[in-house]
């Protein structure tokens, strides 16, 4: 099983809200990754897990607050977010972190801030 | 900050014909991927090449690879309609092995 899977597809949230995405993976691999992209832009890093520690946090707004509750799981605990948060919320994942490895993305949580 | 730049940022071409994208970077690297990403949706990896090597093919794609120019390119021969897509480079910077996404290349493939 080589995917990576996102839940919601589609997420529509007040400012005052607080939800959260989830993003699954069963092939074993112990880095994670959140991408945040806008669009007609390149994903941008967000966070990065390894071996379920935060590995990398790319000084990313509290709002959004990311958990790894098992090497499978990663989530994002979104709170207070603004208009300027919508986007495309991607997660990845690979083998390990510290050498080479290619990336497997998820479809993506299409998120937006009313 | 970003790593690769893409060129060009976008590619209107007709099905059979051959579509050429470049990617340049700012630093040494160890490694550079292409992924595609269909509208809207998660990238898919299609091809990681290693600064030891010039040249690598995957089906209709061939990546090449110019560390003394700091550039690489990506050939989709004998394109499709199924092609359409944006094709992003994506090179680790800073001593990480992190990529960086480029800003990407839009390819519309006519049929």
Known sequence: DTEVTQTPKHLVMGMTNKKSLKCEQHMGHRAMYWYKQKAKKPPELMFVYSYEKLSINESVPSRFSPECPNSSLLNLHLHALQPEDSALYLCASSQAIGQIYEQYFGPGTRLTVT | ?111
């Not at chain 2, 970077?25 to 595609?36: G, H």
């Not at chain 2, 995957?58 to 944006?86: E, H, Q």
């Open chain 2, 1 to 111: 900050s970003q790593q690769g730049e893409e060129d060009p940022q976008a590619l209107s071409i007709q099905e059979g014909e051959n579509a050429t994208m470049n990617c340049s970077y700012k630093t040494s690297i160890n490694n550079l991927q292409w992924y595609r990403q269909n509208s809207g949706r998660g990238l898919v990896h299609l091809i990681l090449i290693r600064s030891n090597e010039r040249e690598k093919h995957s089906g209709r794609l061939r990546v090449t690879l110019d560390t003394s120019k700091k550039s690489s390119s990506l050939l989709i021969t004998a394109s499709r309609a199924a092609d359409t897509a944006s094709y992003f480079c994506a090179a680790p910077s800073g001593g990480s092995y992190i990529p960086t996404f480029g800003r990407g290349t839009s390819l519309i493939v006519h049929p």
